[in-house]
């Protein structure tokens, strides 16, 4: 092996050990007064358990890898996004308006495939939503909507 190849094989690994002493923080905040999911019908909050309560919620399922750097910026950059965005924990700090926005956006944004995020989807088949999930989150949806108004 050429020592070129060599000293960069060394440099990749020392800066892959180093790496692992960047650790980010893997939080899970106590709920915030209700969860959005507590009152879904128990087919509605299967779907959100194995699809989305990872990302929009404060009961994120860490995984083993979500130790190892890189990989665990982008896991807790995508979490603490996702919660930023939309998290069922905080629910009832949001004011009627912004529930209804979300509401809505769980139906449409699910509708068009934006969510799960495709890359989630590439580690968790299982999150993968079918024409049914999909039309049970629509219809949980607009009922809640129904309900705010």
Same mark, same amino acid.
């Given at each position: %092996?050429?020592r070129?190849?060599? +000293? #960069?094989?060394?440099? @990749?690994? /020392?800066?892959?050990?180093a #790496?692992q !002493?960047?650790? &980010?923080?893997?939080?899970? &905040?106590?709920? !915030?007064?209700a969860?959005l %999911? ?8 299967h779907? @959100?358990?194995? !699809?989305?309560?990872d ?11 979500? =130790?190892i #750097? &890189?990989?665990?910026?982008m896991?807790v950059?995508h979490? =603490?996004? /996702?919660?930023?965005? @939309? =998290? ?11 529930q209804?926005?979300? +509401?809505?956006?769980v139906? $449409?944004l699910?509708?068009? /495939?934006?969510?799960? @995020?495709? $890359? ?6 299982? #999150?993968? +939503?079918?024409a049914s ?5 629509? /219809?949980?949806?607009?009922? %809640?909507?129904?309900? +705010?108004?």
């Amino acid at each position: %092996m050429p020592r070129v190849l060599r +000293l #960069a094989i060394f440099v @990749f690994l /020392g800066t892959l050990v180093a #790496a692992q !002493a960047i650790r &980010p923080a893997r939080t899970n &905040p106590p709920v !915030a007064g209700a969860d959005l %999911m507590r009152s879904a019908p128990p087919a509605v909050g299967h779907i @959100f358990d194995r !699809a989305c309560r990872d990302c929009h919620s404060n009961e994120t399922r860490w995984p083993w890898y979500s =130790n190892i #750097a &890189p990989i665990s910026w982008m896991l807790v950059d995508h979490v =603490n996004e /996702g919660r930023d965005h @939309f =998290n069922v924990s905080e629910w009832s700090t949001y004011d009627e308006d912004d529930q209804d926005k979300l +509401l809505g956006s769980v139906c $449409s944004l699910t509708k068009r /495939g934006r969510m799960p @995020f495709p $890359s989630y989807l590439w580690i968790h088949h299982e #999150a993968r +939503l079918s024409a049914s999930d999909v039309a049970a989150l629509c /219809g949980w949806s607009d009922r %809640m909507r129904d309900q +705010l108004q």
